[in-house]
C-alpha cells in the first residue's frame, strides 16, 4: 500500500496485518481505528492522517502506531491533548 491514497475507504475489519505503509494517504477514513492488525504494519516510510481521519480514529490508534505512521512524540502529546485516548487503543 506504499504510495497509495485512501479517500473515504471503510476500514472496518479489513486487515492489514502485514501490509507495508509508505507515503499512504487516508483521507475522511474514519474507520481507521477498526481495522485488524494496525499493530503489524510495515511502516517503510512515513504516511499521511487527514484531520477528518484523526478527529474519527486518534482516540483510538496507540502511540506506537502514531509514531511509525510519522508524528513525533511532542506530535503524538498534542493530538492526545485535542483528541483524547481511549483506555482501549489499537495498533
Known amino acids: 500500500m506504499t504510495e497509495s491514497m485512501l479517500w473515504?475507504?471503510?476500514?472496518?475489519?479489513?486487515?492489514l496485518a502485514g501490509a507495508t505503509l509508505g507515503?499512504?494517504?487516508?483521507?475522511?477514513?474514519?474507520?481507521?481505528?477498526l481495522c485488524c492488525g494496525l499493530?503489524?504494519?510495515i511502516h517503510a516510510k512515513p504516511s499521511v492522517l487527514d484531520v477528518k481521519t484523526l478527529r474519527a480514529s486518534c482516540k483510538y490508534l496507540s502511540d506506537d502506531f502514531l509514531?511509525?505512521?510519522?508524528?513525533t512524540d511532542q506530535e503524538i502529546v498534542g493530538l492526545r491533548s485535542?483528541?483524547?485516548r481511549c483506555d482501549d487503543t489499537v495498533g
Request: glycine share 10%; proline share 0%.
Open 8 to 15: 473515504g475507504a471503510d476500514l472496518t475489519d479489513a486487515n
Open 82 to 84: 485535542v483528541y483524547g
Open 39 to 41: 499493530a503489524d504494519i
Open 67 to 71: 509514531a511509525k505512521v510519522g508524528f
Open 23 to 33: 507515503n499512504t494517504i487516508f483521507i475522511e477514513c474514519s474507520t481507521l481505528h
